[in-house]
């Protein structure tokens, strides 16, 4: 049971990181000027209820004090509570993480579909318009702003062609969205049956989908390629071309083995996305859990930015290992 | 009185909801998914959806100032009395407050009775008898009676939140003021006469509760039941509250045993939209019958629009910038006069306003009777600018900042044209952009050198409108402007009913504000409503909000 | 990604007549390969004149950058303002001119700071790590303090920063250093790791030098080329960072020219119908981004001695 071992030796791991990811956030977010205590209560609040909150929040105590505080609470699940939307930080997160969920796994899909394939041809012909095309897309991909390509889309396909609905938010306001089963507006309107409801959401998620997948297919593209590349100048390709194996076989056998690399920086992209599609969201309303966060640190909203931080590291946890075993199931030199 | 944006991470989704309006969603369903989404909703729908930059962020006005509270505040609960209404002069179909004296009529004013049936003024203005209606109900299912109104006093002595200013204006001193005298008479006495006694029943931080209710669900840790009324409403009026998910939207639903009637708009979808862009698309679109909040150019845009119509009205708004008093160099009047004929008014107004607004001539709303601009001076003059600042030894120009809030949209345009203007007089000024929900704080600490504000006096009366501002210990008074004379004045017209001696002493210290600039003077902004044209009954109210009782559906 | 590229470069102690031949050929090496591969002159000539254009604009634009009138507001791109105005009446040209002038200067400071920092901590936790010293375990702290650092959502990890120290030029610089310092502590780490057991490291331990010049003269410059064909890739990354700053409200103080601030004032213009506020800056944000990838591009492939091989062999 070497995997068992494995993971629960990476789990041993996390826990000092998760402790210091707390501890650097805690004193990074406790720097942000503003007082939370006067934006709670408004500016005719007396001092003495000023006092009085800041007393209860625990704000008067010392600050390693109040981090105990705060990991004592957090290991109880507890993550504080927003003052901008007066709810406990941990129901928010639930809301708005499937949403930034369902928004990247969807954008990764569409780059996956994109990168991958393209990649595959362009490491086979090293000359010739597919391969010109490839080099272009992977340079050009990484230097859009995402921001200016999603205001981008949404000029043509939505103020000038509308085509598309209006960027906000995940679902037409006079669709009855579908109850929550996975979190995912797509998936659970297939779950209920509800056809307005999934054409809707589907509708909604097609721009900022395609700005993420357009740009990220970029590196998927140049990772397919780059190992793509080394992979049949390699060893084992070359001498099963030899031993005259049909070119299909050998082509499968090649991106079998630059499969692992093309998950990794999957998994990277999409650790790396969980905060980083926050611009795409503002620009579609979307609501997501990188938004709630830069609404946090814009306004002195402690909670949800901690909140998200531990949340988005157990989340990229979660993604790293089940990368792992994906490892065990592509590389069988791993299962040894 | 005031308003603070409270911008919160838009919508996720909704659940368990807009039950009448699945019905619109089925019936186009027949349409390509790509059409639907410029499909107006049904025309004959009971359903009013509001596009908003903000959720409501307390429905308590005792303690909340943030967009969408006071709409919610007006649709869940009823006051003692309201003012009249007459059609707007300007905007046909649309209504708007009688805020005008009335020497004729009882308390000078043209008010009528809303919970309470009738009043009695005391002509000195020390005290004010109600009689309430009899068999009103509130929306848990509580008669009203004068100890509900009482309670409600109660709670503002209790609190000493916004209450409190609220108790200081009137002058009311002891609980003992509010007397119940009979299960549906109460009485408000004063130790001193007071002119605003019955001008300030129709605010929207007098709401009536239900005080039953209210003490229902009060504990020991919670005596005013403030988080219930902060989450849930106890009120005599038309709407209840059916779900608040703040940061998504609020949902009210009519009351059909309101004692005035049930509303015509059944179901209410008050929902956040904080792009104002996004909001005019929505509205164009037919997604939303009423977009609020909306800029100049996409209000020009939206007025060529077929089946939108947007109602531009005369209102109490004003936008200004404080110059704070306790700052060198703004300590100096002739700095202050200098920054006025330094900023480019007219071309403010025309660019970043669209020609939208009309230019703040003075220091209080124009439509309140006692406004004067008789001694507006300002016109925009850099080398007059250039002179006071030398008489002032500031030659050489200086540096200073200006600081924004980053959710409202012109105010970014009209500080950049500032800045150019103002470099034209050798003065350097530095932007500072301020996140919408934490500009509120910025303007109350007052130690920006020059902040931006947007408010507007509820109460249409000239001495409240210029105490809030000017009055030296006034908790707004956030340019930290300080005269005896004016104070003096101040003091004097709230202590007597004689309304043409007040507007006399008022324009006396009209004179001395307008002389020694504590602001510089911006534009009335006006209120711009836009909405679906089918949409009828707009009423405009000094509070800049809307009332959803007000509105119908034309056939 | 690109480890162990290096060992290739300069070994220690050549004369310098020999260099300057080698100089030489490398130049003509250099050329040879544009000509081969256009797309990285291409790249070498976007920089270029991304570069000029910042240090020259207060000569060449035709507006002050920062001056508004609101006598054009918002005019379509035409004559007289090739690119149109923005709501304030500022010309968009001479804004999207002048940008470069805060945004490589941000970029580049940003990212030199963080290789500076990141190399020199790499440099020394990668050299005593596995020596049984108190030095050991601080070199242990490092790594694991990157790890954290790394883990963080890196675009609200920037914004507290920002949100921290003030809105300033000075901050923006001092997050970008802070979220890409990791990357080069890393690569500099691993590279270190596979040069200190060689043996001239070993020859100069026995000689007698210290810890510190062995690293500064022997160590340091034989790991360093996979840091330098970073540096450009992240230079644009950078830009790109400081672009998103700005846009959601963290980045330089109004009306600094600076793209991202640029795409951020015409967002709302867009929905109305006025596109060119925010096109304009987004395409030379663009441009600029993949002409410092490319650069990028092109020293990792010269670096690469393997790669090089296959390029010299193509070139004949």
Known sequence: ??????????????????????????????????????????????????????????????????????????????????????????????QRFPATLELISFGLLLAIAIGFPLGVAAARLKQGPVRKFADYYGLLAGAMPDF????????????????????????????????????????????????????????????PVLTLGLINAGPILKMTQSTMERTLASDFVRYADMCGLPRRVVLRQAIRAALPSVVTIVSVLYGFLIGGAVLVEIVFSWGGAGQYAVQGVLNADINPVLGFVVFSAIVSLVIYLMVDLLYFALDPRTRT | ????????????????????????????????????????????????????????????????????????????????????????????????????????????????????????????????????????????????????????????????????????????????????????????????????????????????????????????????????????????????????????????????????????????????????????????????????????????????????????????????????????????????????????????????????????????????????????????????????????????????????????????????????????????LELKKIPAATFYNAVSERKQPIIFYVDSPWCPDVGYSMTLYFNSTSFINYSNYANEAVDKLLKDTARTADQAARVEMMTKAQEIVMSEAPWVFIAFPGYHFAHRANLKGFTYYTSNNIRFQDFARST | MRLGAATAAAAPGVTSAPADRRRRGRLRFFLAVLRARPIFALGYAIVTLVVITGALAPVMVPYGPMVADPNVYLQPPGAGHILGTDGTGMDIFSRVLSAPRIDLTIAVLGTLLSATVGTAIGALAGYYEGQRTWRTALSTFVMRAADVLQAFPVFVFAIALVAVFGQSVRSIVLAIAFVNAPIYLRLMRSQVLSIRRLRYVEAAYIAGASDLGILARHVIPNAIAPVLAQLSVNVGWSVLLTAGLSFVGAGVVAPTPEWGSMIAMGFQNVVTGQWWPSVFPGIALGLTVFGFALVGASIEVLADPARRRVLSGTLG
Not at chain 1, 176 to 181: A, F, H, K, R, Y
Not at chain 2, 134 to 149: C, F, H, P, R, Y
Not at chain 2, 178 to 188: A, C, D, R
Not at chain 2, 268 to 283: D, M
Request: with cysteine; proline share 7%.
């Open chain 2, 1 to 428: 009185m005031m308003r603070r944006n409270a911008i919160v991470g838009p919508q996720v989704n909704r659940r368990d909801l807009l039950k009448s309006s699945a019905a619109v969603a089925a019936a186009g369903a027949v349409v390509p998914t790509a059409l639907r989404w410029q499909q107006a909703q049904a025309a004959t729908s009971s359903t009013l959806v509001i596009a908003a930059p903000a959720t409501p962020q307390s429905l308590d006005s005792n303690f909340d100032v943030s967009l969408g509270t006071f709409e919610a505040v007006a649709a869940l609960y009823d006051n003692l009395l309201e003012f009249n209404k007459i059609p707007d002069p300007k905007v046909p179909g649309a209504f708007r407050e009688d805020i005008a004296d009335h020497p004729d009529k009882p308390a000078g004013l043209a008010v009528q009775g809303k919970l309470a049936e009738s009043f009695e003024l005391d002509p000195n203005g020390k005290f004010i008898r109600f009689q309430l209606r009899q068999g009103v109900k509130s929306n848990w299912g509580n008669e009203l009676t004068a100890d509900d109104v009482k309670w409600t006093w109660d709670r503002k002595f209790g609190l000493k939140a916004i209450g409190a200013f609220y108790l200081s204006t009137l002058g009311l001193e002891h609980p003992d003021g509010v007397k119940v005298e009979g299960k549906y008479t109460v009485s408000i006495n004063l130790d001193n006469p007071n002119p605003l006694l019955a001008k300030l029943q129709p605010n929207l931080y007098a709401p009536i509760y239900d005080s039953k209710k209210c003490t229902e669900v009060a504990t020991d840790d919670d005596k005013w039941a403030r988080k219930f009324i902060e989450n849930n409403s106890a009120g005599f009026g038309p709407y209840r509250l059916e779900q608040l998910q703040r940061g998504q939207q609020a949902v009210f639903k009519a009351r059909p045993d309101y004692y005035l009637g049930r509303p015509a708009m059944d179901t209410v979808i008050f929902r956040e939209v904080p792009t104002s862009a996004t909001r005019a698309s929505l509205l164009q679109g037919g997604a939303v019958d009423i977009a609020q909040y909306l800029q100049p150019l996409e209000i020009i845009k939206l007025r060529g629009q077929p089946g939108v119509t947007v109602d531009s009205v005369a209102a109490s708004f004003m936008i200004w910038l404080e110059l704070n008093a306790k700052t060198p160099p703004f300590d100096n009047v002739k700095v202050r006069q200098a920054m006025n004929f330094a900023f480019p008014q007219e071309q403010v107004l025309k660019t970043v306003f669209q020609g939208l607004a009309e230019p703040l001539t003075g220091c209080m709303p124009n439509i309140y009777a006692g406004f004067t601009d008789k001694f507006w001076k300002y016109k925009y003059d850099p080398e007059m600018a250039k002179a006071l600042l030398k008489e002032a030894g500031l030659g050489a120009g200086f540096k200073t900042s200006l600081a924004y809030n980053a959710g409202d949209p012109v105010q970014e345009p009209i500080a950049i044209l500032y800045q150019t203007a103002l470099r034209d007089i050798g003065v350097e």
């Open chain 1, 1 to 94: 049971m070497s995997l068992l071992r494995y993971i629960g030796r990476r789990i041993l791991f996390v826990v000092p990181q998760l402790l210091g990811i707390i501890l650097v956030s805690f004193f990074l977010v406790k720097l942000i000027p503003g007082d939370p205590a006067v934006m709670m209560l408004g500016p005719t609040a007396s001092q003495q209820s000023l006092d009085e909150l800041r007393q209860k929040m625990g704000f008067t105590q010392s600050l390693p004090r109040q981090l105990l505080h705060y990991l004592h609470d957090v290991v109880r699940g507890d993550l504080g509570t927003s003052w901008q939307t007066t709810q406990p930080v941990t129901q928010d997160l639930f």
């Open chain 1, 148 to 207: 200016w390509l999603a205001l981008v889309l949404i000029y043509i396909f939505y103020t000038k062609l509308n085509w598309s609905p209006p960027p906000l938010g995940r679902i037409d306001m006079a669709v009855v969205s579908p109850p929550t089963v996975t979190g995912s507006m797509v998936i659970d309107s297939l779950l209920a049956g509800d056809w307005d409801a999934l054409s809707s959401s589907f509708g909604h998620l097609v721009l």
